[in-house]
């Protein structure tokens, strides 16, 4: 009961939020308004969702800032040339260095938030090195020829609307329903009892790596086509938002409790709150301040503390 | 264990000799002054980072440290933003500042009992929104040339940056050498839970060295604003990377207990001499964040105790 009550409380902040700026702006509610948002929000969520896997293990992935600038810049580099092999070359881009992290991880036995920040320098370098150190715009015609899928719409609303949805559906398949994603929430509650019963800890580790690895490259992929260019510093303000919006809908970073919707949830939330920082006359600037705040205080509530015997 | 000890100190020799076969001009006077003038701001930044990873913890809120404290420096001396003319006496108060931010990021790491990672990744981010927010995203130029040879004046052609940083490294020995403080720190990073019953008082220490970090931040961020003439939320960034590589190049261990502020001397020059060979050598900029990141990863799977980890997460 109490755990159905905890996994409630986002989804209740997130309608008090909606309703609130209601309040105080009635055209919020206006249904493109509220289609905008959501779109606005997919890209932060596509993020946000591979590495709620890596957080339902009890690790973190620091990377996918870097990650996705990467991707964007790869896309935008070679899709003059390459066409559709630029999105492949790219989303192969963002699992290979979730990859090298889980590697890492595993065989160098190195605590993630360290392998992590280590491979976000590399690839950011990698960003550098295939933006040739500047920001590389997508023409109008390689735009409607490859990423329509991304930025066009379908059934009057917008693709990037779909392609999170398509996430949403897929990664909550695979979290609820898959071996993997069981693997995953066992690993995360208790890591000791799953190694004992003689199951292959790394590789469940490594598969959730490479899935953030490729999440974030696929939300750079959306966000350089939405922008119109790939940089290496595209994403550079989203990392904060994207754990925030893991730890915000109710994923523990202590592991084991979790879902891809929470994240979808929280998502949500973080941009609602984006929204409603701006009418009430916050900076963009300031916002930060705000999300900072918001991730201290959520990772303290939704932490499990039996688990850790002493806190870091 | 002896050998492991000196791994830092031959990877430098080492690494200076390499250096100087393929570029002549690294073995010169004025390279070397450049060499000792690039690392003050890193050397000051580590020596309160080695005390939080001589515990286990980290410290993620470098660059919001240190940015606000440039611009809480910035705006306190002769600037074009304020009417503010306190000269050298910002240098204290930014300290005084970044201590007080330390102090924010122990209490929430120990008061509300989460990792420090999530803790002063937080914190470090409410500091960047500060510093940017509170300048609507532009500068304060700092017009006070005085105060600016804290860091670019010269005596004996050694910038005085070079000095304040050995200062800050013998600082750092004496509180790790001759103080309680220092020993409580590798007693809480080797064991917690022995530490604990043998009567340290392990929540003041981890707030007080998060405190003593947020000070070396703040003397960085002081420095910085001296060495560039202004202060922004900008003005970090890169540092934190440079300093944790620096803190595990030299051989401190992330799982704590393990290390020494002079370590973290070696390591800053190493990250330095690596940086200044590559410029030598025409290595384009951007490529060093990726040999940073090599080299952490190279560094702490080196350093790290793997009997003492059966579960990494």
């Known amino acids: 009961m109490k755990e159905r009550i905890r996994d409630l409380v986002p989804v209740a902040a997130l309608f008090l939020l909606v309703f609130g700026i209601a309040g105080y702006s009635p055209g919020f509610m206006r249904p493109d308004n509220l289609l905008t948002l959501t779109a606005d ?79 976000g320098g590399i690839v950011t370098s990698v960003a550098y090195w295939a933006s040739d150190t500047r920001s590389v715009y997508i023409s109008q015609e390689d735009q409607d020829a490859w990423l329509d899928w991304a930025t066009g719409n379908f059934l009057g609303i917008d693709n990037e609307i779909w392609t999170g949805l398509v996430a949403l559906v897929l990664l909550t398949v695979l979290l609820s329903f898959t071996r993997f ?34 999440m974030a490259g696929l939300a750079g992929v959306v966000m350089g086509a939405r922008l119109g260019s790939g940089s290496p510093t595209l994403a550079n303000e989203f990392l904060l938002p994207a754990i925030a919006c893991v730890i915000v809908g109710g994923t523990a970073i202590t592991g084991g409790v979790g879902a891809v919707w929470k994240t979808f949830v929280g998502a949500l939330i973080v941009a609602v709150v984006r929204i409603g920082m701006t009418f009430v006359g916050v900076t963009v600037f300031a916002q930060q301040i705000v999300f900072g705040l918001v991730l201290v205080l959520a990772v303290a509530i939704t932490m499990d503390r039996s688990k850790v015997a002493t806190v870091k | 264990m002896k050998l492991r000890a000196f791994a830092p100190i031959a990877v430098l020799v080492l690494l200076c000799l390499m250096i100087a076969v393929f570029s002549p001009n690294f073995l010169s006077v004025s390279n070397a002054i450049r060499i000792l003038n690039a690392a003050a701001i890193p050397m000051v930044l580590v020596m309160g980072a080695t005390f939080v990873i001589l515990m286990g913890s ?256």
């Not at chain 1, 935008?76 to 090298?100: I, Q, R, T």
């Not at chain 2, 960085?220 to 202060?231: C, D, F, N, T």
């Open chain 1, 181 to 214: 994603g069981r693997m995953v929430r066992a690993v995360g509650s208790q890591e000791r009892a799953v190694i004992a019963s003689g199951i292959d800890v790394d590789r469940v580790k490594l598969a959730a790596f490479v899935l953030s690895g490729f």
């Open chain 1, 41 to 119: 929000t997919m890209t932060l969520f596509l993020m946000a969702s591979g590495v709620t896997f890596v957080i339902m293990l009890g690790s973190i992935d620091l990377s996918i800032q870097g990650v996705a600038s990467m991707t964007s810049c790869i896309v935008a580099a070679m899709l003059p040339e390459y066409g559709a092999l630029a999105l492949a070359v790219a989303l192969a881009a963002g699992a290979l260095s979730g990859l090298a992290s889980g590697l890492v991880v595993n065989y160098l036995r190195i605590p993630s938030f360290v392998a992590t920040l280590a491979v």
């Open chain 2, 58 to 313: 980290i410290d993620l809120s470098v660059e919001g440290v240190v940015s606000l404290t440039a611009v809480v420096t910035a705006s306190l001396v002769q600037n074009n933003l304020t009417s503010a003319d306190l000269g050298y006496w910002a240098v204290p108060i930014a300290m005084l500042a970044g201590g007080a931010i330390g102090a924010v990021n122990g209490a929430t790491h120990v008061l509300m009992r989460i990792p420090s990672f999530m803790a002063t990744l937080g914190i470090g981010f409410v500091c960047l929104g500060i510093s940017t927010a509170a300048l609507g995203g532009f500068p304060v130029r700092i017009a006070d040339r005085e105060f600016r040879n804290i860091t670019l004046g010269r005596t004996f052609d050694i910038p005085h940056g070079v000095y304040i940083a050995l200062a800050a490294v013998i600082v750092a020995y004496i509180i790790q050498q001759r103080t309680r403080l220092g020993r409580w720190v590798y007693a809480i990073g080797t064991d917690e839970t022995t530490a604990r019953q043998s009567g340290v008082p392990v929540e003041r220490t981890r707030i007080l060295v998060f405190a003593l970090a947020g000070i070396f931040s703040g003397l960085a961020g002081a420095l910085a604003a001296a060495q560039l003439g202004q202060g922004h939320g900008l003005i970090a960034s890169g540092r934190l990377f440079t300093t944790v590589t620096a803190v595990v190049v030299g051989g401190t261990a992330l799982s704590g207990g393990v290390g020494s502020v002079l370590n973290s001397v070696v390591g800053v020059l190493i990250v330095v001499v690596l940086t200044n060979g590559m410029v030598l050598m025409g290595v384009p900029p951007f490529v060093q964040q990726g040999v940073q990141g090599l080299l952490i990863i190279v560094a702490v799977s080196l350093a790290l105790d793997r009997r003492l980890l059966s579960v990494v997460k």
